[in-house]
């Protein structure tokens, strides 16, 4: 991992550059008159929820949002007499 120090000031200007560095892997320094005083790593990804990993892989374009569709139902399924669909799933499992 890449490793850069960069002071308060700086830091404070170019917040959003180094946040999309920290994003790309990148490890930044951060000092004060020199000293360092704290580190911008990346969050692994196995501490994100499953909703935050979901919707980094959605930005990322690996997958689609799903789209709700509210108009379109399942439709209530055929009323069929007596046995009737019983031995249709029966007839299907044995294919």
Known sequence: ???STVG????KANLSRLVKEVQ????????????????LTPIKQESLSLKERL?????????????KNKSSKV???LPLPGQKAQ???QEDRNK
């Open 24 to 39: 790309l892997g990148k490890e930044i320094i951060l000092t004060e008159r020199g000293k360092p005083v704290a580190k």
């Open 55 to 67: 919707n980094k892989l959605e930005q990322s374009g690996w997958l689609v949002p799903l789209q």
């Open 8 to 11: 308060l000031r700086e830091a």
């Open 1 to 3: 991992m890449y490793k």
């Open 87 to 89: 031995e249709l799933l």
């Open 75 to 77: 439709p209530t399924p």
